[in-house]
């Protein structure tokens, strides 16, 4: 069942989410939270060269635990690297890639994003991309975004694979304007990322932090359609994505093995009450950049 879950390493390397009290967990503990994924069934594991460590970690894991070909690895062009970088794009995307491949301990990775959508607008950086893919150094390659019309203009494209996008409770916008429709007609695979949008909608409406005090009426909204279908907060977040059958793997992150192990229970589950879905969509479809886009938060 967890075949279509993608865990995500950021809090690996960063002390990462608004809900994260405790920072990033001991490198032991990181080892546990991948040993129980495994076990589990998780194939995909999404990291990049932006989230501190995360990559030396997984390198070490894999060493330590003689698997180098049995994860789906994929990682991320480090943001904004090729503006201060007086090499060829293409050279520079091409050692990036294999910088990855030696600290994860890896012969390919399964799939390799730019982590700067626009990125995405420089033929230098693409073909980088597309001559890596040739050489066998990636299966797939893709592209990371924040806004709604990158996606559409990603899924356009003949040349990419993997496409990973926001979407959650709160951030509907991939709903819009057969975007879905677009990416299976080109053959691009979606992933699925911020289901919790980093801890938010896990959050008390009452302990929101004064930054953040604008979202607590959406909240109030969710918290109103669980108790109707006597769901959790975690529960309605989690399958609010996975349910979704456009969506071919969710991206998820967890501070500490009881929140993966949890969340992986819930998946486990059967699939929830359709009308709970589209009571989600018709509530909270509509909700503010300042709310749906964490890089907004500490200017609001």
């Known amino acids: 069942m967890n075949n279509r879950l993608c865990l995500g390493t950021v809090q690996f390397g960063l002390d990462y989410g608004v809900n994260n009290k405790k920072g990033k967990p001991s490198k032991d503990h990181v080892f546990e939270m991948l040993d129980i994924a495994v076990d589990r069934g998780l194939q995909y594991f999404d990291t990049a060269a932006a989230y501190g460590n995360a990559e030396e970690l997984i390198g070490e894991y894999v060493a330590s635990r003689g698997i180098k070909n049995k994860l789906e690895i994929i990682s991320k062009l480090k943001p904004n690297l090729i503006d201060t970088n007086s090499k060829s794009p293409e050279t520079v995307v091409e050692k990036e890639i294999i910088n990855s491949l030696k600290k994860m301990n890896l012969e390919a990775l399964n799939g390799y994003l730019l982590h700067t959508p626009t990125d995405f607008y420089n033929s230098e950086i693409m073909e980088g991309l597309v001559r890596s893919k040739e050489k066998g150094l990636v299966k797939n390659i893709g592209v990371s975004i924040y806004e709604f019309s990158h996606a559409m203009d990603v899924v356009s494209s003949d040349s990419v694979d993997y496409i990973q996008v926001p979407y959650s409770i709160f951030d509907q916008r991939m709903d819009r304007d057969l975007f879905f429709q677009k990416a299976k007609g080109n053959n691009v695979k979606v992933f699925a990322r911020s289901a919790f949008l980093q801890g938010l909608l896990v959050m008390d409406g009452d ?52 929140q993966l192990i949890k969340n992986l229970d ?12 589209n009571s989600i969509k018709a509530a909270l479809s509509n909700i503010e950049e300042s709310i749906i886009f964490p890089s907004l938060w500490a200017k609001k």
């Open 207 to 258: 302990s929101l932090p004064h930054h953040l005090e604008h979202a607590k009426r959406y909240l109030k909204i969710y918290e109103e359609i669980l108790n109707k279908y006597r769901m959790t907060k975690i529960e309605g977040a989690i399958h609010f994505s996975y349910d979704n059958p456009n969506i071919d793997y969710v991206v998820f992150g967890v501070d500490n093995k009881e």
């Open 266 to 277: 819930i998946v486990d589950k059967n699939e929830i009450n359709k009308d709970y879905l």
